[in-house]
Nanobody
C-alpha cells in the first residue's frame, strides 16, 4: 500500500526557516511528479510547488524566491526548504504524489505555524 509521510513542520518565528520532508513507500514506481500543497484554516488547499520526474520545478508566486522544492530519487523523497517565512505561510502542508502510476496519493499533512 502506497504511503506518503510528511515531517519537519513546527513553530517558527517570522523570517525563520523550516525544511519539510515527504517519504513515499509501498510502490516500485516513481511518481510522474511530486507536489507540496498547503491549506490554511478557512481557505482552500493551494498548490505551493511541484517537481517533475525530470526535475523541472514550479512555484506559486507567493513563495517564489523563498521556497525550494527538491527530490532524492534514491530515497524516494521530496523536500520543501522554506526560508524567510511569513505568518501568512501558516498552514497544514501536504505532500502529493501524482500518477503513481495510475492515481494520485496524499500524505497526512504537517502543521507549519509562523509567529509574528
Amino acid at each position: 500500500q502506497v504511503q506518503l509521510v510528511e515531517s519537519g513542520g513546527g513553530l517558527v518565528q517570522t523570517g525563520g526557516s523550516l525544511r519539510l520532508s515527504c517519504t513515499v513507500s509501498g510502490s516500485t514506481f516513481r511518481a510522474n511528479a511530486m507536489a507540496w500543497y498547503r491549506q490554511a484554516p478557512g481557505n482552500q488547499r493551494e498548490l505551493v510547488a511541484t517537481i517533475s520526474r525530470g526535475g523541472t520545478t514550479t512555484y506559486a508566486d507567493s513563495v517564489k524566491g523563498r521556497f525550494t522544492i527538491s527530490s532524492d530519487n534514491a530515497k524516494n523523497a521530496v523536500y520543501l526548504q522554506m526560508n524567510a517565512l511569513k505568518p501568512e505561510d501558516t498552514a497544514v502542508y501536504y505532500c502529493k504524489a501524482e500518477r503513481l502510476p495510475f492515481r494520485d496519493y496524499w500524505g497526512q499533512g504537517t502543521q507549519v505555524t509562523v509567529s509574528s
